[in-house]
């Protein structure tokens, strides 16, 4: 019987084990896929060392109606996610109140600040330095206008955090990347982040380390977890366990898990679409445009094309409308080349109404722990809030008690 049974082996789960078994635990991580098959795999694959603010709600007028018209590309939403959603995304909107948002950035600064120094040391031991690389990425913009906008709040933001940015002219951007076709008026470099060309593979690298340190990795569907004289049960296809602790870390999964025990986890499921492209010309950075929407990311499975979110209920069918915008918009400033996939990848950013993962023991029982919510930065933060959390098992304190799930009344 190990002492810990972790659920989920996305980013966060498997950096929770790294960090319970470097304290001495025995642990045993359990999902129905392989390591880093879900969120993990289909993200950005950034490690947001400058993201200090979390992202608020729009909350200016024109703004909101913009989005409830639909005119916004980066936001869709749909009518059947809104009994679901509503009352997510009315404390998403009181969250994103400025001051409410500066407060929360505090604690947001002092973790994502951390994130690439905690994830150096897993990706040397894990041996996967071969998929990161030392760049940031940058935001081009089209207009004297709007460049002088965006480098001015971009600017504000370093300046309020200490974060270095790198401004770039026209001609500085069309020299860096010559595969864009369209000139630019300059654009902005945030170079505090790192990236990752395969964030699946980075999640597996982790999970073999894990492996190769003495852990174990089981493959199955769990069904229900019940707690037992000490401990936890997890009943799952591959049969039962039973430990001490249970941490789940099933990402946008986790309200379903905690729910017949009671505990009811709103989460913003905001999705996000991918789609890769090869036989086009690649870019040497992570790129936007900040006229157009989409992000794109030079991986080693071709040119990957994000969308930005898109509000549903849970196990929404897939409703990539916004990807074809993306895609159109993209072709006007780069050569894409040929999809590869017939189908977009979907996964939902398991948003936390204030912006904050939510890190520590769930209150009504013993032995249960959370460490999921990370919204649009798990990527980055894994192994930041598995140190979080396995300090606060092993010891009872935690650098930010502010994450635990007590401030949601859990
Ligand atoms: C389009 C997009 C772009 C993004 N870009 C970035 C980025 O650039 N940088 C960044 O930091 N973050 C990014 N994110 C956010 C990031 O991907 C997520 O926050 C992160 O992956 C969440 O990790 P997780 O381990 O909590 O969830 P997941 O990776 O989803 O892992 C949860 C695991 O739990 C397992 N599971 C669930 N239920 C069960 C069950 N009943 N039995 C067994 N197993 C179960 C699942 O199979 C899954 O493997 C992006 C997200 C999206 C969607």
């Known amino acids: 019987m ?29 999902d129905r896929k392989a390591p880093g098959r879900e969120t993990s795999y289909g993200n950005g694959g950034l490690i947001h060392g400058e993201a200090a603010e979390p992202h608020p709600m729009p909350r200016d007028l024109s703004a909101l109606w913009n989005i409830a018209l639909r005119r916004d590309n980066n936001i869709h939403w749909t009518f059947d996610a809104l ?10 909107w009181w969250h994103s109140q400025p001051a409410r948002h500066m407060e929360l950035s505090k604690t947001y600064h002092a973790i994502t600040a951390r994130s690439p120094a905690d994830h150096r040391g897993l990706i040397e031991a894990a041996g996967a330095s071969d998929i990161i690389r030392d760049k940031g990425y940058r935001n081009g913009f089209g207009s004297k206008d709007g460049f002088d906008r ?3 709040a971009a600017q504000a933001v370093a300046d309020r955090w200490g974060l270095k940015l790198r401004v770039l002219s026209g001609d500085e951007l069309a020299a860096a990347e010559p595969a864009l076709t369209r000139r630019y008026a300059g654009a902005i470099e945030w170079q505090d ?9 980075l999640v597996q690298a982790y999970a073999d380390l894990f492996a190769r340190r003495g852990g174990t990795v089981e493959k199955s569907e769990i069904s229900a977890i019940a707690p037992i004289g000490k401990g936890w049960r997890v009943h799952g296809s591959a049969g039962a366990h039973e430990a001490a602790d249970l941490v789940l ?48 990311i030079p991986t080693r499975l071709g040119t990957r094309l994000l969308t930005g979110a898109q509000v549903v209920r849970e196990g929404a069918a897939p409703n990539p409308v916004q990807l074809a915008k993306v895609e159109a918009q993209t072709r006007e400033f780069i050569d894409l080349g040929r999809r590869v996939e017939a189908q977009p990848w979907h996964g939902d950013r398991p948003c936390m109404p204030d912006m904050l993962p ?16 990370h919204g649009h930065q798990g990527f980055t933060l894994g192994p930041t809030t598995a140190e979080l959390l396995a300090d606060d098992m092993l010891t009872g304190q935690t650098a930010h008690p502010v994450l635990r799930p007590a401030r949601l009344g859990l």
Not at 2 to 30: F, N, P
Not at 193 to 201: H, K, L, Q
């Open 2 to 30: 190990a002492d810990v049974i972790v659920l989920g082996a996305g980013m966060i789960g498997v950096s929770t084990a790294l960090a319970l078994q470097a304290r001495g635990r025995d642990v045993l991580l359990i």
């Open 358 to 373: 939510v890190v520590g023991a769930l209150s009504k029982h013993r032995g249960l722990w959370l460490n999921t919510g």
């Open 249 to 296: 870390a099933a990402g946008p999964w986790t309200p379903r898990l905690i729910a017949p025990l009671g505990y009811r986890l709103r989460m913003v499921r905001k999705r996000g679409y991918h789609l890769h492209f090869k036989g086009g010309t690649s870019l040497d950075m992570i790129f936007a445009d900040a006229d157009r929407t989409g992000v794109l």
């Open 193 to 201: 982040a790192i990236s990752c060309t395969d964030p699946g593979a």
């Open 83 to 92: 009994p679901s959603q509503a009352r997510a995304l009315f404390d998403y």
């Open 150 to 152: 965006g480098r001015a």
